[in-house]
C-alpha cells in the first residue's frame, strides 16, 4: 500500500515538474521578447538585443528548466543569430587558452579517479615512505 502511494506521489511530481518547466520556458521567452521589442536605445537596436539575452538567461537560472551550464551557452548561439557579434567573437571569449587548460585538468583528474589511479599512487608512496611520520 505505501510503495504505490510512494509511486503515485512520484508520478505526480514528475508531472508537476514537467508542468513547472514548461511554465518557466514561456516565462523566459515571454520575457526575452518583451525585452526584444523595447527600444532601450533607439540610435542601438544591440543594446536592446543584449539586453533580451541577459533577461533571458537570468530568468532560466532562476526557474532552472533546463540546467544551468547548457543557459550559460545561450549567448554562444543567440548572439550571431542577433546580430550582436559575430560568432568567433563570442566563441573567442568562451574558449580562451586558460578555461581550456581548465577543462583539461578537469577532465584528466575525473578519469584518474574513475581508473582508481589516484589510490594505487597514494599506495604506492605509503609503501616507499612508510605509514609513519
Known amino acids: 500500500m505505501f510503495s504505490s502511494i510512494m ?4 508520478r505526480l511530481g514528475s508531472i508537476l515538474q514537467g ?4 511554465l ?3 516565462i523566459a521567452i515571454t520575457v526575452f521578447f518583451i525585452v526584444l521589442a523595447s527600444d532601450l536605445e533607439p540610435s542601438n537596436p544591440k543594446v536592446a538585443r543584449t539586453a533580451a539575452v541577459a533577461m533571458l538567461m537570468a530568468v532560466l537560472w532562476v ?4 540546467p544551468v551550464p547548457a543557459t550559460a551557452l545561450v549567448p554562444l548561439a543567440l548572439f550571431p543569430l542577433l546580430g550582436v557579434v559575430d560568432g568567433a567573437t563570442v566563441a573567442r571569449a568562451y574558449f580562451n587558452d586558460t578555461q581550456l587548460v581548465l577543462i583539461g585538468s578537469f577532465l584528466l583528474a575525473i578519469a584518474i579517479e574513475r581508473v582508481g589511479l ?3 599512487i597514494a599506495r604506492a608512496l605509503l609503501a616507499v615512505l ?3 611520520p
Open 19 to 22: 508542468m513547472w518547466n514548461a
Open 130 to 132: 612508510g605509514d609513519r
Open 118 to 120: 589516484h589510490r594505487r
Open 63 to 66: 526557474m532552472a528548466p533546463i
Open 24 to 26: 518557466s520556458f514561456i
Open 7 to 10: 509511486l503515485r506521489a512520484s
